[in-house]
């Protein structure tokens, strides 16, 4: 069997090593699922419920040792991955509830002489590829609602961060029925391909980039899989003039550099107006600025952490040295001596068609713009291929109104960004940020098929 090495990337030392699955592991887990299957289906909701309760309370109580194995080896702050247990746990709490909740229609005689019923019905085998960005709780995303509604899955972390996935598995070793939930570890190829194309797997699950879920969905369609894509994004912030410069300013703080931008979500494009865009730059710069930046082990005050690998820092620098004439005010260029940073970044004078507007950076790098007009502003927001969320900034309810009807994104905030966010409402995207919602009740529904059974009265 070979390995894979796991680094800590505010270090580049290795930290673990963990085995790169073959397609034939793979279908030896496919195997293991299939065998505990039926039994799984014969649990009623309540156990179904009780097993998540019980992941829940997993991973609260070991949410500190989980956080710090987040931060070691996604080099993210523990202010950062200490946020993200409580979140987890919440999530997993959610879908305990949601469980016992599944709807459908009433049964009815909807046909003269016949009473129609409605079962909502799991898959069977699902699977779930998650990202290296939050890895434990993207994760939580699809074993949540995956188990929840019935079905037994098999779940593998992106090969830079399979540990806090690894450790919370072995922590609720005791309470997983044989089978019922899974983690292999590998490369996308072949371990991740293998999922995909198992014919004995009805679902898979990505969260990912773009690429990957163009390809995913090709290589599912010839088992006519299902597939949920939650992809990559290019959120802008819409900032109009009568919005406050300073709490938009601590707003960016969070949202453009947050787990080093690292964020599908990321407020990675402000869209400012003519009045605002001065005292806006003017409150944004020292904030930005003032961003303590280091390795998480150095202590609890450093706010953004490194990139998650070498080829990530080559890219999102890549961005900056190809945006020719745009000025960078703040950052832009690598911290410190070792490990994978990049300065918390600030680029102004960009053009719409510009590369760095258009596509997703991923990294701490936050592009400001002018715009003439609300009408020029709403279109520069909807002109990209990504809609996964959007904020809009504004004291005028009517302006908010307008904006979160004609932006075409998941997601829309007011006067806030990335932090609303709740177990109760769905995470998903428009466009090329894919399809199939994360979190909520809808999310349980991608997880279920529906049944129509007719039964003749006479
Ligand atoms: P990635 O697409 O490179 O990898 C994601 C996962 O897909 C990994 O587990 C990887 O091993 C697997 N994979 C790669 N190729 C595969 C293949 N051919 N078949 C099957 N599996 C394969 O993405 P990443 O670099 O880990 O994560 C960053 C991306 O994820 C960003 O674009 C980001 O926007 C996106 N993201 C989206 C959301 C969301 O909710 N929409 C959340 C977090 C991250």
Redesign the pocket.
């Known amino acids: 069997m070979s390995a894979l090495d796991v680094v800590n990337p505010a270090t580049a030392e290795t930290i673990a090593s963990v085995p790169n699955m073959s397609a034939e592991e793979v279908d030896e887990a496919v195997a293991r699922a299939k065998k505990a299957l039926p039994a799984w289906l014969d649990a009623t909701p309540k156990e179904r419920s009780e097993l998540l309760y019980r992941l829940a309370q997993i991973l609260e109580d070991n949410a500190e040792e989980l956080a710090q194995i987040e931060s070691r080896n996604v080099g993210k702050p523990l202010m950062v991955s200490r946020d993200e247990m409580p979140f987890s746990a919440d999530n997993l709490r959610f879908f305990a509830g949601a469980a016992r909740n599944l709807e459908g229609k009433s049964a009815g005689e909807y046909i003269k002489g016949y009473t129609s019923l409605i079962r909502r019905e799991p898959i069977g085998i699902v699977a779930g590829?998650?990202?290296?960005?939050?890895p434990l709780m993207?994760a939580v995303w699809k074993l949540g609602p995956g188990l929840a509604a019935g079905n037994v899955q098999i779940l593998?972390?992106?090969?830079?961060t399979p540990l806090s996935l690894l450790r919370f598995v072995e922590l609720a070793r005791d309470v997983i029925p044989e089978g019922v939930l899974q983690v292999v570890t590998g490369?996308?190829?072949p371990?991740?391909?293998r999922?995909?194309e198992h014919p004995d797997i009805g679902l898979v699950s990505?969260?990912?980039?773009?690429?990957?879920?163009k390809?995913?969905a090709a290589?599912a369609a010839p088992t006519l899989k299902r597939v949920h894509l939650?992809?990559?994004?290019k959120a802008p912030m819409v900032v109009f003039d009568d919005a406050d410069p300073e709490a938009v300013a601590e707003g960016i703080k969070i949202a453009g550099y947050w787990n080093s931008g690292?964020?599908?979500?990321a407020g990675s494009r402000v869209l400012a107006g003519p009045k605002v865009y001065d005292a806006l730059l003017e409150h944004l710069v020292p904030v930005v600025e003032a961003i303590k930046v280091g390795d998480p082990a150095d202590g609890d005050d450093v706010e953004m952490g490194p990139l998650i690998t070498r080829e990530q820092q080559e890219r999102v620098l890549g961005f900056l040295e190809r945006a020719n004439g745009a000025s960078i005010v703040v950052g832009g260029a690598t911290h410190g001596e070792r490990g994978w940073f990049v300065q918390p970044t600030i680029v102004t004078n960009v053009g719409q068609e510009d590369e760095i507007v258009q596509k997703?950076v991923?990294g701490p790098v936050v592009t400001v713009q002018r715009f003439a007009d609300d009408d020029e502003a709403i279109r520069w927001a909807n002109d990209v291929p990504y809609g996964?969320a959007a904020s809009v900034w504004t004291s005028d309810v009517a302006r908010a109104l307008n904006a979160v009807r004609k932006l075409q994104f998941g997601t829309v905030w007011v006067n806030d960004h990335l932090l609303p966010i709740t177990s109760e409402m769905p995470?998903?995207?428009y466009k090329s940020?894919?399809y199939g919602k994360?979190m909520s009740a809808y999310s349980m529904e991608e997880y279920t098929q529906i049944k129509h059974a007719a039964f003749k009265l006479s």
């Open positions: 590829i998650c990202p290296w960005n939050y993207m593998k972390p992106a090969e830079q490369d996308g190829v371990a991740g391909q999922l995909v990505l969260t990912g980039d773009v690429a990957t879920g390809l995913i290589n939650e992809l990559g994004g690292q964020d599908c979500t997703e991923f996964l995470h998903g995207g940020s894919g994360d």
